[in-house]
């Protein structure tokens, strides 16, 4: 595996790889666990050479302190990615990535409009700036992207469609503790207690699937808000019954043929999100 970590560098390696071959990339933003290696494993799986970008992007943090706390670990990364059949480790410098201020505003298709999007201003502006860059940079045919951030790919397929990319963006399960928490790069991030209590959210969500089948939208998400802010340690911050091709929120279950319940959940001062099919 080369580790590139100038765009030089990687220009050179990128090169190298068989031009008639299928590239899956895979763009991180480091710290990884098994969550991005099963992502690291679909692209393996499926394409002739996997790409792997580690960058802390920074203009998809609208809080600074997030920016600076975001666990950085670069050699244990590097060492996980060898062992998975990876061919480039990508970690550039953030010149590389941006020469210059990145200033542009991208059409999101308004699905940025709920959930993630109003309670963190340019985060997903952020998103695509940097995965626009790490594409066009990269060329790969195929990305791999984890569906905890449902969000987020829905808006990346946007972009990559709209923006005639000549990408296949395929999206990956969910990935979970034996206990049920999402596998999450802040996970490290929490105190034994709150580590103790973070399973609870998954554990709320599933009910919610089950209280879908007797109560109205408002009562399920009133019901496991409920639930979730009874444990101590966790603080739900938003709970929302989603149509999962339009991002909207839902009002009665005959607004949408598929429901998503996404949600973002504090353990303070650490943010946790997570998702379920409702049907
Ligand atoms: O999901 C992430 O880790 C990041 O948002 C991404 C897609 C790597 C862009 O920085």
Known sequence: MIVAKTLEEFIQARQALPHQESIGFVPTMGALHQGHISLVEHSVAKCSHTIVSIFVNPTQFNNPQ???TYPRTLEADCALLEKSGVDIAFAPRVIDIYPTPDNRVFDLGGLDSYGEG?????HFNGVAQVVTR???IVKP???FFGEKDFQQVAIIKYFTRNLN???EIVQCPILREDDGLAKSSRNTLLTPAQREAAPHIYKCLKKAVEYAATMSPAEVIAAVTGEIDANPELETEYIELVDADTLRP???WSDAENVQLWCAVYARPVRLIDNIKIR
């Open 118 to 122: 109003p309670r963190r201003p340019g």
């Open 66 to 68: 997030d920016l600076a």
């Open 134 to 136: 790490l594409f066009d």
């Open 250 to 252: 839902i009002a009665a």
């Open 141 to 143: 045919q195929h990305a």
């Open 165 to 167: 990319y000549p990408i």
